[in-house]
């Protein structure tokens, strides 16, 4: 098998072709000519419009909403790509979609994290680079090389000139103080925790504020938003508690269900977050301010095919 192609090539599917297309920018190189779409019982149709024997395949897409679709897309492009003897294929996917469900949470429930990640190895992808992926052991779950970038420093760096005295970073569950701790520390500011209680899926009780907030400036940190249960519930804990103003950051925003108007109505001034996922015009809000990865990802993709150590590009 041809281990390194002679030629860089990208290609996306239908999930972020903004985010595609600016990765591709800042390669200096256009996105490949793929045709993607469906046939008339609703099965997922690939053509690659383009020759890519030999060469180095970068397959850009995101399994977001709708999952299964994107997914589809994903699994189909790897083939038509291995199929066409392609000489490595990464799949590029900057939100991994499923990768909740990376135990057995109850008995007779499936791991379906590994269960995907199965599928893009079966398809053919030689190496996936995704982003902060929500259980870091699910990189585990791969039989190929998996990059975890992390999003974190885009989103500190943004906060880094704001942060003053009365800044503190706010773990918005105790599966996020890692998290947290890691953006209190690069800040040099305290941190604060809520601990919370979930009698099931989507609902959450708030429980108390480890920490003092109160007059604080604080900033919640979390790798992604779904329908804004735990961050807005939080807010308002944070604010019943006497912050002063709150701002939220994450990586992924999936913002499904009733995440909009809980954002819009929550005492979050400000919500950071990433472009991992194509966010719909209509959902967006005054208060939502977008931060692209594509530089990020470029100097990744780059990396990979140069075969350049990966931690380069936090420097």
Known sequence: MITHGNEIKLFAGNSNRPLAEAIAKKLNT??????????????????????????????????????NDNLMELLIMIDAAKRASAGRVTAVMPYFGYARQDRKARSRDPITAKLVADLITSAG?????????????????????????LGGPTLYNYFADKVDEDYIVVSPDVGSVNRARKVAERLNCQMAIIDKRRPKANV??????????????????DDMIDTAGTIVQGAQALADKGAKEIYACCTHA??????????????????????????????????????????????????????????????
């Open 254 to 315: 999936v913002l499904s269900g009733p995440a909009i108007e809980r954002l819009e109505k929550s005492p979050i001034k400000e919500l950071v977050m990433l472009d991992t996922i194509r966010l719909p015009e209509e959902k967006m809000l005054p208060k939502f301010k977008i931060l692209t990865v594509a530089d990020m990802f470029a100097a990744a993709i780059e990396n990979v095919y140069l075969d350049k150590p990966m931690s380069k590009i936090y420097d």
């Open 30 to 67: 256009t996105l490949g000519e793929i045709e993607v779409g469906k046939f008339s019982d609703g099965e997922t149709s690939v053509h690659l419009a383009e020759t890519v024997r030999g060469r180095d395949l970068f397959i850009i897409q995101s399994t977001s909403s709708p999952v």
């Open 125 to 149: 992808a030689d190496r996936v680079l995704t982003m902060d992926l929500h259980a870091a052991q699910i990189q585990g779950f791969f039989n190929i090389p998996v990059d975890n970038l």
């Open 204 to 221: 959450m009780e708030v429980m108390n504020i480890i920490g003092n907030v109160e007059g604080k400036r604080c900033l919640m940190v």
